[in-house]
């Protein structure tokens, strides 16, 4: 079953293109599905992976546009023509340009 992988910032960096499609077996999870992508690419599993083999909480992963937090999570089953979305957690930010009185 063919699942297209679309990923964004540093995670598009270890990859190094937006969108790959793989050809998984019937069944595959989220979690097997990454680890996979994660063998395949060099520096990809520390950052999706923390050392407890767990996604890191500030990588968002999700199926269709659904965060797999809100579904089975790492044992979310893939199916055909899923699109797997890729992408750490933006943070920081402030107010640029203003100046408190």
Not at 43 to 57: M, Q
Not at 67 to 76: L, V
Not at 83 to 89: A, C, K
Request: proline share 3%; net charge negative.
């Amino acid at each position: 079953m063919d699942v297209e992988f679309v990923s964004y910032a540093t995670v598009r960096d270890a990859i190094g293109t937006k969108s790959v499609t793989r050809d998984l077996p019937e069944g595959t999870t989220a979690e097997d599905a990454l680890r996979d992508l994660a063998v395949e690419y060099e520096g990809l599993d520390s950052l999706l992976f923390t050392s407890d083999g767990e996604i890191r909480p500030h990588v968002n992963v999700l199926v269709n546009d659904e965060n797999i937090r809100d579904r089975d999570g790492q044992a979310t089953t893939l199916s055909a023509g899923d699109t797997v979305g890729l992408s750490p957690g933006v943070a920081g930010g402030g107010r640029v340009g203003v100046i408190d009185a």
